[in-house]
């Protein structure tokens, strides 16, 4: 059993005592403050902290990111051909399309939607804008 002689227990007080009326520092003070904070959870760190609110972009398909009515295609049939005739065109579109995609992405949810038959989108950028539909 460790006993602790009178002398030690004085020395100990005084550390005490030292350390109590130790200057402290802004930096500890406020990390100090701060750690109360969070164990009361009256502060959040800021990646603690729920989001107050959310972005949503919704996008229309044809004629906003596909420009369908210039297009004008026939039928499903006709998708090679626009492709052949409008390829340069259709490149730069599918750049700029990127661009803007991943630029809304990096800041809020976004949503393509149309008012297409069922499927129209992911058909008609699988051959029109195959980067894009990656």
């Known amino acids: 059993m460790e006993t602790v002689s009178q002398h030690e227990g004085i020395e100990r007080g005084q550390n005490r005592e030292e350390n109590l009326f130790r200057k402290k520092s802004d930096t500890e003070i406020r990390n100090r403050y701060l750690?109360?904070?969070?164990?009361?959870?009256?502060?959040l760190a800021p990646v603690q902290q729920p989001r107050t609110h959310q972005n949503i972009v919704i996008l229309d398909y044809d004629d906003t990111l596909l420009p369908t009515t210039f297009l004008d295609p026939?039928?499903?049939?006709?998708?090679?051909?626009?492709?052949?005739?409008?390829?340069?065109?259709?490149?730069?579109?599918?750049?700029?399309?990127?661009?803007?995609?991943e630029n809304f992405l990096r800041v809020s949810k976004?949503?393509?939607?149309?008012?297409?038959?069922?499927?129209?989108?992911?058909?008609?950028s699988s051959i029109l804008l195959p980067k894009v539909h990656q």
Do not use: C, P
């Open 35 to 43: 750690s109360k904070l969070m164990y009361h959870r009256v502060w």
């Open 74 to 101: 026939e039928d499903e049939k006709d998708m090679e051909n626009l492709l052949k005739t409008h390829k340069r065109v259709l490149d730069a579109i599918q750049d700029e399309v990127i661009k803007l995609l």
């Open 110 to 124: 976004v949503l393509i939607i149309t008012n297409a038959k069922q499927g129209w989108v992911e058909y008609s």
